[in-house]
């Protein structure tokens, strides 16, 4: 049996069409369980895997997929989830610079309230072009060969104003496409500021939040965010994330880099074809 469900959310009506034993609200804790489980392992907030799950995920269990407006509000709330539980974690065992935190994460933050503020007359399109190009470019660049810094994580050393320069254009896009573009933090830090991997996944996810709290001020005011499905996906990160960041301290750094490069990159595969398409 079919059945229709409508929600408004913030002034704007979402429809959903699934079976009678597969609501909106079960689909999204499942698909906010997983990504919230990558977001701890990998250090990417979870957006970049959640966007897609939500986006293509339903039609394969028989129902609707949801608007790309909504789902980008969905994700900016499971970056601040994500990204707050996971560096917490990861702070425990050492893994975030906090002079890196402090240069790049209020520059990205300001950027991501503009860009969220901007994507509201975004159309839908151009936001899953703008999430397909940073999405191919960071599986690109994760898969370089790099060098990083050695030593102790209070010895590193970075270009303050690059830094700020990249969390500042990282920050800008991802607050658009509602990821806090965490992923695209992390290949800057590797491939850019030589920071060593493990550093570079906990500082990301601290510098993150700064932008995924800006940008969900900026989805919520623009009315992109649905209350309901956002406290699915806020419990979802509760359980899930912390669960991620401790297989992710038992993990390589390599092997890390290499399976977010693939969901990355598979990632921008699918959005392109969805951006020049439409399908």
Known sequence: MIRTTSRMSSGW??????????SPEVLTAISGAISSFLSGLLGIGGGLVLAPLLLYG?????????????????????????SVLGAMRHRRYGNVSWPLVRTMGPVGGVASLIGALLSRD??????????????????????????????????????????????????FFGGMVGIGAIAFIIAALVYVLRIPAHVAIGSSLAIGFFAAVAGFIGKA????????LGLVVFGSAIVASPVGAAVSQRSRPKVLMTLLAVIVGLTAVRMFWQAFTGA
């Open 58 to 82: 339903p039609p394969l269990a028989g129902a609707a997929a949801f608007p790309v407006k909504l789902v980008t509000g969905l994700t900016i709330v499971q970056a601040v989830s994500g």
């Open 221 to 228: 005011a623009t009315a992109q965010v649905d209350p309901l």
């Open 13 to 22: 009506r979402t429809s959903f069409v699934y079976p009678a034993l597969v």
């Open 122 to 171: 975004t159309p839908d399109r151009a936001l899953l072009f703008i999430f397909a190009a940073f999405s191919l470019a960071g599986a690109v660049a994760l898969l370089l060969p790099v060098r990083t810094q050695e030593g102790p994580v209070s010895e590193l050393r970075f270009n303050v104003p690059l830094a700020a320069g990249i969390a500042a254009a990282i920050g």
